[in-house]
Antibody
Framework: EVQLVQSGAEVKKPGESLRISCKGS????????ISWVRQMPGKGLEWMGR????????NYSPSFQGHVTISADKSISTAYLQWSSLKASDTAMYYC?????????????WGQGTLVTVSS | EIVLTQSPGTLSLSPGERATLSCRAS???????LAWYQQKPGQAPRLLIY???SRATGIPDRFSGSASGTDFTLTISRLEPEDFAVYYC?????????FGQGTKVEFK
């Protein structure tokens, strides 16, 4: 069974750093791109960026370029999303998601989401 | 960046009725790379349609998608109680993805 299991909810203060994770199982981790998607409270879905776990090639939405870093460790089938200095506006649910070439690069599996709360 | 505009913002319907959701792209989008997702409160989104008109695995045939130029449509032929949710379109192009802002299908 394909699963993307994300790390648990986080509560952080502005200016702190954070890394959340997404562990893939039930499939060949290096065969599928992973994206991160933000959903702010009560709002829609925003694509942040994606990584190819094979070589860690990444590309980002212009809206998120320079604000977050996406990485992966293929030896443990895990992708990461990290911030060096959080802001209150980073408060959101973050989903990792797998793109499938067999469904025209749409997202066929999603993680359960990681809620990040940034508050002083 | 391609912008996807969904309409209406909210659709108020009753079970058994037909739902027609629209997604318009700001520029040409390959039909091959247009998808629709359903999201229920407290849940991750679920893939419904990919390639503009292909149903994902396990999706009932009351869901269908179509395309005409830069206009894409998701149709739910007869609404079931479990279909009341938010629906998003998404496109892929030039190594990036964008989502529409969503259409909420609510009980009338």
């Amino acid at each position: 069974e394909v699963q993307l299991v994300q790390s648990g909810a986080e509560v952080k203060k502005p200016g702190e750093s954070l890394r959340i994770s997404c562990k893939g199982s039930g499939y060949s981790f290096t065969s599928y791109w992973i994206s991160w998607v933000r959903q702010m409270p009560g709002k829609g879905l925003e694509w942040m960026g994606r990584i190819d776990p094979t070589d860690s090639y990444t590309n980002y939405s212009p809206s998120f370029q320079g604000h977050v870093t996406i990485s992966a460790d293929k030896s443990i089938s895990t992708a990461y999303l990290q911030w060096s200095s959080l802001k209150a506006s980073d408060t959101a649910m973050y989903y990792c998601a797998r793109h499938s070439y067999t469904s025209s690069w749409s997202i066929d599996y999603w993680g359960q989401g990681t809620l990040v709360t940034v508050s002083s | 960046e391609i912008v996807l505009t969904q309409s209406p913002g909210t659709l108020s319907l009753s079970p058994g009725e037909r739902a027609t959701l629209s997604c318009r792209a700001s520029q040409s989008v390959s039909s091959s790379y247009l998808a629709w997702y359903q999201q229920k409160p407290g849940q991750a989104p679920r893939l419904l349609i990919y390639g503009a008109s292909s149903r994902a695995t396990g999706i009932p045939d009351r869901f269908s998608g179509s395309a005409s130029g830069t206009d894409f449509t998701l149709t739910i032929s007869r609404l079931e109680p479990e279909d009341f949710a938010v629906y998003y379109c998404q496109q892929y192009g030039s190594s990036s993805w964008t989502f529409g802002q969503g259409t909420k299908v609510e009980f009338k």
